[in-house]
């Protein structure tokens, strides 16, 4: 039985595509895998067709993304593996249980869960209290995207003292996402927010000789608030379902006293309202 694929194999050409973003050779690949050079070209050129095992290894090795994977076991003639079931799918609930507690345990500080679009899936009512001093909900209904939020002129970067510092740092991490060329919401998100007024000149402004500080903080400011507060963001470990992989937690921590003590103010505030 022949088993070889033809000579413009589209596995082999998304694998070779994968493998050169990652920027390793066919032997420092092959070394990983624990396979021949040999072989890899083999796959690489249509030569020879792999296993869905291989298909899986070598994924694996390159840290593909999910829906990608799929994209892969589909060139190499497999059905996909991995699905997208909606957060609130009955089997996901130990996963909603666990975000809800994260987010419970960051009070009085905020914290929102994020999808792979940058939309707001989740928050505590820390985030809406103190986030809420400065913007307001999207009208109709339509998710809060943190991406669209910081540089729509209409938006949070209204009150961020260092807009333009903050910008910059996620215009290089959308520009990155996108560049593989994959990241369709990547692609799309760059795209909007290079149309926003004033982001494009932001290329010209790097500087690339001065270090980026330790950590960034975000600074805000409107009538007597102002507030500054770092992130640290979280991912679910391991995940097998293409929205898991996708989400993320951002905690936000005070990063000054007054910030620190407003977050309390704020929550105790909170607090005697909802028992009134």
């Given at each position: 039985?022949?088993?070889?694929v033809?000579?413009?194999?589209?596995f082999?050409?998304?694998?070779?595509?994968?493998?050169?973003?990652?920027?390793?050779s066919?032997l420092?690949?092959a070394?990983?895998?624990?396979?021949?050079?040999?072989?890899?070209?083999?796959?690489?050129?249509?030569r020879?067709?792999?296993?869905?095992?291989?298909?899986e290894?070598l994924?694996?090795?390159?840290?593909?993304?999910?829906?990608?994977r799929?994209?892969l076991?589909?060139?190499?003639?497999?059905a996909?593996?991995?699905?997208?079931?909606?957060?609130?799918?009955?089997?996901?609930?130990?996963?909603?249980?666990?975000?809800?507690?994260?987010?419970?345990q960051?009070?009085?500080?905020?914290?929102i869960?994020?999808?792979?679009?940058?939309?707001?899936?989740?928050?505590?009512?820390?985030?809406?209290?103190?986030?809420?001093?400065?913007?307001?909900?999207?009208p109709?209904?339509?998710?809060?995207?943190?991406?669209?939020?910081?540089?729509?002129?209409?938006?949070?970067?209204?009150?961020v003292?260092?807009?333009?510092?903050m910008?910059?740092r996620?215009?290089?991490?959308?520009?990155r996402?996108?560049?593989?060329?994959?990241?369709?919401?990547?692609?799309?998100?760059?795209?909007?927010?290079?149309s926003y007024?004033g982001v494009?000149?932001?290329?010209?402004?790097?500087?690339?000789?001065?270090?980026?500080?330790?950590?960034?903080?975000?600074?805000?400011?409107?009538?007597e608030?102002s507030?500054?507060?770092?992130?640290t963001?979280?991912?679910?470990?391991?995940?097998c379902?293409?929205?898991?992989?996708?989400?993320?937690?951002?905690?936000?921590f005070?990063?000054?006293?007054?910030?620190?003590?407003?977050?309390?103010?704020?929550?105790?505030?909170?607090?005697?309202?909802?028992h009134?």
């Amino acid at each position: 039985m022949n088993t070889t694929v033809p000579a413009h194999s589209p596995f082999g050409g998304l694998l070779r595509h994968w493998r050169t973003g990652r920027g390793l050779s066919q032997l420092a690949l092959a070394i990983e895998a624990g396979i021949s050079t040999r072989h890899l070209s083999f796959l690489e050129t249509g030569r020879a067709q792999p296993s869905r095992a291989m298909v899986e290894l070598l994924a694996g090795m390159l840290d593909i993304p999910l829906n990608e994977r799929n994209s892969l076991l589909l060139a190499a003639g497999y059905a996909p593996t991995y699905e997208r079931r909606p957060l609130g799918a009955p089997d996901l609930l130990p996963v909603q249980r666990a975000l809800d507690f994260i987010l419970k345990q960051q009070e009085p500080y905020p914290a929102i869960v994020v999808d792979g679009d940058w939309n707001i899936l989740k928050r505590n009512r820390a985030s809406e209290r103190i986030f809420g001093l400065f913007v307001a909900d999207p009208p109709g209904g339509r998710l809060a995207n943190t991406i669209r939020t910081m540089f729509h002129p209409r938006g949070l970067r209204q009150y961020v003292v260092n807009w333009e510092e903050m910008a910059v740092r996620m215009l290089y991490k959308i520009h990155r996402d996108a560049a593989t060329g994959v990241n369709e919401a990547a692609i799309r998100m760059r795209e909007e927010v290079m149309s926003y007024p004033g982001v494009a000149p932001l290329w010209k402004v790097v500087d690339v000789d001065t270090p980026a500080p330790a950590m960034m903080s975000i600074k805000l400011k409107k009538g007597e608030w102002s507030l500054a507060f770092f992130s640290t963001v979280s991912m679910l470990g391991m995940p097998c379902d293409l929205a898991l992989q996708d989400l993320k937690v951002e905690c936000f921590f005070p990063a000054d006293c007054a910030t620190d003590e407003a977050a309390h103010r704020l929550a105790v505030d909170d607090l005697a309202l909802l028992h009134t």
